[in-house]
DNA sequence: GGTTGCCTTGACGTCGGCGGCAAGGTTTAG
DNA sequence: CTAAACCTTGCCGCCGACGTCAAGGCAACC
């Protein structure tokens, strides 16, 4: 399978692929004219790819699970590697939800003062008016 | 004060201070030569933005807090500009929460189940071994 | 007058995951 | 014969908040 078939099975781009490539996520043959060859199993590596960067993985940290994969596992996450980044992502996840948590509680407490602030201000003009 | 202080005080840098007011957050006067002079408030101004900053806010998100400082109110907050951008923030951390703990979800699982085949594969492997 | 330490503007570099375009080669269909 | 639809490499653009020179002006002190 060519490079725009691939890219279209996919549900991404080629441009998306030859950058792939070029991280050394994906090696492609090469038919006589020069043109990229691929397999059926780089298809299941793409999705492999899709999936963790849309979880927020790095290409870096996907290519564990790329390797992995290629060494013949059913799953990209059950080599050691694989699992070391998982457990990193993991504390980083929770990591960021706990400042998250702090941001939005600052956030909540910052718009009610604001707004009993306003509340208080418009009762005085009130006042005043009267 | 110049901008060599102002920048120490606000504990920031004077590239940083240029950029603010080249995107129009702070607008200092000019001595006789041509440095820039800025007043006491400015550094109220600077430390709102670092804040804002710091919660995750970008500049654009900023300009209506340092517009309510310039008006002469005691808080940033509390203008009706600032109380719009405050709860499209608010919504927006909710929503990034969502998903992130979506993420986290599926990062526990995913992380427990590769955990689980590597012990279901050893001790395959044990039994073959015996 | 020379050095040091401020200041000025301007322009390029950073990070990541691509998008988009240019200039060309290949293959197939009409 | 030519147009269409693929493919190739290569390079610039993007976003955002700056960092990092470079080249030069101004001020103060010895």
Redesign the interface.
């Known amino acids: 399978m060519r490079i725009g078939e691939l890219a279209e099975r996919a549900g991404t781009s080629t441009r998306t692929l030859r950058y792939y490539e070029s991280q050394g996520l994906v090696c492609p043959g090469r038919s006589a004219n020069g043109y990229r060859i691929y397999d059926e199993a780089e298809l299941r590596v793409v999705h492999e790819i899709r999936a963790l960067l849309a ?2 993985f790095g290409l870096d940290d996907i290519r564990p699970f790329v390797a992995c994969l290629r060494a013949g596992n059913s ?1 990209g ?2 080599c050691p590697d ?2 070391a980044v ?2 990193r ?2 504390a980083e ?2 990591d ?2 706990d400042r ?2 702090a ?2 509680h ?3 407490d ?2 009610a ?3 009993a ?2 509340e208080e ?1 418009c009762l005085r003009t009130r006042n005043r008016a009267d």
């Open positions: 979880v927020g799953s996450d059950v694989s699992v998982l457990r992502k993991l996840v929770d960021y939800l998250l948590g941001v939005r600052q956030l909540h910052q718009l003062r604001a707004i602030h306003r201000t």
